[in-house]
């Protein structure tokens, strides 16, 4: 009863259209926060500068491998390593876009799924390659291809993955991507 006669106050009417005027300017406001085309290149460009700065340091350390030489490689391991390890950090760095992580997540996945091959793959097969043509086997040399091929594997997935998480921003917020770089 005490509600009935307080809702049919002046005063109660008033204030329901104030809040329900606050209420759609909030929600207005909300919606025009959504980033525009414009911001959603400007995100996508800063993680293909991270990505093509990684990709030319794992083409220096395959290049370095296929000289043979322990010095080359391991120079060329240590810039990759560094280079992963800064574009974890410029990533991480990098806010959500429209509250959605799917792009971002997916380039750190690459990120660490190529930290995980050098460890994994890419160490044993830079031991392979140092050593002198008479010191290895036919198993020595089968290892290291199934090596190879583990981690083209892994890195591959994770390629994958990248791409069609920044197919999914760019078709989200309608913008082309020009082209997959080429390594």
């Known amino acids: 009863m005490y509600f009935k006669y307080f809702t049919n106050k ?9 809040i ?4 759609t300017l909030v929600v207005l406001f909300l919606a025009s926060c959504k980033p525009t085309k414009e911001d959603a290149i400007k995100y996508n460009d800063a993680i293909i500068k991270e990505q093509v700065a990684v990709m030319g340091e794992v083409n220096n350390l395959d290049k370095a491998i296929y000289t043979y030489d322990g ?34 997540d997916a380039t750190l ?3 660490k799924a190529i930290k995980e091959g050098m460890v994994a793959e890419m160490r044993p097969i830079m031991t392979h390659y140092a050593k002198p043509v008479t010191e290895t086997t036919e198993a020595d ?3 290291a ?15 994958e993955a990248f791409y069609k ?7 989200e917020y309608g913008y082309t ?3 997959k770089p080429k390594f």
């Open 145 to 159: 291809e199934k090596l190879m091929d583990a981690n083209i594997d892994r890195v591959s997935k994770a390629d």
């Open 71 to 104: 010095i080359k490689m391991e120079a060329a391991y240590k810039k990759l390593n560094e280079q992963v390890d800064k574009s974890i950090e410029a990533v991480n760095k990098m806010s959500a876009l429209g509250g959605k992580t799917e792009f971002k």
């Open 109 to 111: 996945g690459y990120f």
């Open 20 to 23: 329900f005027a606050l209420s």
């Open 141 to 143: 040399d089968e290892r």
């Open 165 to 171: 998480a920044q197919e999914a921003q760019a078709k």
């Open 10 to 18: 002046p005063k109660f009417k008033k204030m329901k259209k104030t």
């Open 177 to 179: 991507i020009e082209s």
